[in-house]
């Protein structure tokens, strides 16, 4: 029997007011009302089989891609990309995202048991 699973990972906007929702069987972010109204769905090829979700506390919403070993960043609306982060090639395979204010730095966990960290400027 196989399983799919709707939700892999969600995340909160600081407001409250939405909620993202990545899935790796989907291969996109929804963006969630607070009532469960769909507001966005995005697709883009740097998401497929999506792994890791983090909103910032400023609302910048980061997304680990999963096929494509990548960490992008998408509007508070969660319909567009803006910008690619982080970008690896030769095995790297990220599965979290975090953003420290206190460091102003980006971390990402791997599925190899390892941690990087990329300083933003």
């Known amino acids: 029997m196989l399983l799919c699973f709707a939700v892999d990972q969600c995340a909160v906007s600081p407001t409250g007011d939405r909620l993202y929702i990545i899935s790796r069987h989907q291969k996109k972010l929804l963006t969630l009302a607070r009532d469960g109204t769909l507001l966005a769905t995005l697709t883009d090829p740097a998401i497929l089989f999506p792994r890791g979700l983090h909103v910032t506390p400023a609302g910048q919403v980061l997304v680990c891609g999963g096929l494509l070993p990548t960490v992008?960043?998408?509007?508070?609306?969660?319909?567009?990309?803006?910008?690619?982060?982080?970008?690896?090639?030769?095995?790297?395979?990220?599965?979290?995202?975090?953003?420290?204010?206190?460091?102003?730095?980006?971390?990402?966990g791997q599925w190899e048991d390892t941690i990087l960290v990329f300083r933003v400027e």
Do not use: F, H, N, R
């Open 72 to 108: 992008i960043q998408v509007d508070w609306e969660g319909k567009i990309k803006l910008a690619t982060l982080v970008t690896w090639w030769g095995g790297m395979s990220p599965v979290s995202v975090c953003y420290s204010s206190s460091t102003s730095s980006i971390i990402v």
